[in-house]
């Protein structure tokens, strides 16, 4: 094969994933919430082939889940971008944070750490003034931090894991867009991240589905009652992306961390770098200015109408 046909072969398999990693992964397992440090394959989020074109230049975002996984990858992207970010993680995650706000920094950009969890009281609200504090305002809100457990039968479900799993995933999207509306302008943008369990469902993950379900309603109610403000709101549902979230999952075993993505039409989880245009282009007004109540669906080739 000539240098040429290398050349292009490699082009080919680079934009058809083909070089992203595959199961089987190493077996492992984590106490949640996970690090993206201890994971093994590395998780991909600096997007090397993206080119960036100013989209969100002078913008200011907060993200939540933003140390790690796609929240990491969605605020490298969006400082690549132009972007001012403000990333919420939880303590014990700070390791991972002060990885992002380097790479961030690489960039130019700003970057401020803001940990907390959004599950106490009153926290979401002073989170939304804090990142309005340090940036000077905000134009992008990413509700993005999550919960899960998988459980072999509902019985197994606590009242403690479903108010917890509720309290993370919609209940602190719900606070976060109280606390932000009133602080954006017109040309804004709120983003949540939903899932494919909130399409297809998940035998073993009820709370978590019902959660992700209730997003993409939140979602499509928030935005028609936010296009007089001229604020959009749209959410993403990525099908299994590679990130801490399921490795540090109690209810899946280490051999089923290596195995986590097969499942999928092009035999492997996605990596946080792939999921994170999508928030570029819903948060963009040069792109995305005639797209609101959508939940845009990123699933490795699953299809579905709903």
């Given at each position: 094969?000539?240098k040429k046909d ?88 700070q390791s991972d ?68 799993t509720f309290a ?139």
């Open positions: 094969m000539s290398q050349r292009s072969r490699s082009h080919r398999d680079e934009a058809s994933g083909v070089r992203q990693p595959k199961p089987p992964f190493k077996e492992q397992h984590q106490r949640s919430p996970g690090l993206e440090s201890k994971l093994d394959p590395e998780p991909k989020f600096r997007a090397e082939t993206y080119r960036p074109a100013g989209k969100l230049k002078d913008k200011a975002a907060l993200i939540t889940g933003g140390d790690s996984g796609i929240g990491r990858a969605v605020a490298l992207m969006f400082a690549r971008e132009g972007a001012s970010v403000a990333i919420n993680y939880l303590e014990v995650e944070a002060e990885k992002t706000r380097r790479e961030i920094e690489k960039t130019g950009a700003t970057c401020c750490l803001i940990p907390g969890d959004l599950t106490e009281n009153g926290f979401c609200e002073r989170l939304v003034d804090k990142a309005v504090e340090e940036l000077g305002k905000l134009d992008i809100l990413v509700s993005n931090a999550a919960h899960q457990e998988r459980k072999s039968d509902l019985e197994e479900v606590s009242d403690e894991e479903i108010e917890r993370t995933n919609i209940f602190a999207y719900m606070r976060l867009a109280r606390a932000a509306v009133p602080r954006m302008k017109p040309g804004g943008a709120i983003i949540a991240t939903s899932s494919e369990t909130g399409l297809f469902g998940s035998e073993k993950l009820p709370d978590y589905s019902a959660t992700k379900g209730a997003i993409n309603a939140f979602t499509k109610t928030l935005a028609q009652s936010l296009i007089d403000k001229g604020i959009r709101v749209n959410a993403v549902a990525p099908g299994p992306v590679w990130t801490p979230l399921n490795p540090s999952d109690a209810g899946l075993e280490p051999k089923d961390v290596a195995k986590f993505g097969k499942q999928s039409p092009l035999g492997r989880p996605a990596q946080p770098e792939e999921l994170a245009p999508a928030y570029v282009f819903l948060a963009s007004n040069a792109d995305s200015s005639y797209i609101t109540g959508t939940v845009l669906q990123v699933l490795g080739g699953e299809t579905t109408g709903g």
